[in-house]
């Protein structure tokens, strides 16, 4: 399902897409968090046709508290499962927005990813979709809900990625 919206939103919406992978793939993550509303979460189910995140098994769900607690750690100078860091690298496309509340201004929208990740001489490669709930503020959009569904999330993976796709 696609909304019909303005080429403003259309374009709003891609360019806060857009943005968020430049700041996750930069490590700016004063910068993601700030991205997020107060109550905005990160989820990561552990199935693709999973609906609800509570009392279900997740490769993650994470509130913002959590998500600082993730930096802290992936950031501590003691952390040597990050030294090297990462690099990587994303594509976002495919930008469908699936809904938008008329009175808030609230998005609902659906993308896909492509995600290269270079560490220790290895290259590995993410796929799959993301489905955001975009919350209208002042400010801007602030994720209230980031849902990301790998193409192989019942794969088996050689380390868990230590930041986020």
């Not at 990301?148 to 868990?160: H, K, L, M, T």
């Amino acid at each position: 399902m696609a909304a019909i919206c303005s080429v403003e939103t259309q374009l709003a919406v891609e360019r806060f897409l857009y943005r968020q992978a430049e700041i996750v793939d930069d490590r700016e993550w004063d910068a993601w968090l700030a991205l997020f509303a107060e109550d905005g979460k990160y989820w990561m189910p552990a199935t693709a046709d999973q609906e609800v995140a509570d009392g279900q098994p997740n490769i993650f769900y994470e509130d913002l508290f959590l998500m600082e607690m993730r930096i802290k750690r992936v950031c501590h100078p003691y952390a040597h499962s990050q030294a090297p860091t990462q690099r990587l690298s994303r594509v976002v496309s495919n930008v469908i927005i699936e809904s938008e509340d008329g009175a808030t201004g609230d998005i609902v929208v659906r993308s896909k990813f492509h995600l290269v990740e270079y560490r220790l001489d290895d290259q590995r490669y993410f796929g799959g979709k993301y489905r955001h709930h975009l919350k209208q503020t002042d400010d801007g959009y602030r994720i209230q809900l980031q849902r990301v569904d790998i193409a192989n999330v019942e794969g088996p993976f050689g380390y868990v990625l230590q930041t986020w796709l």
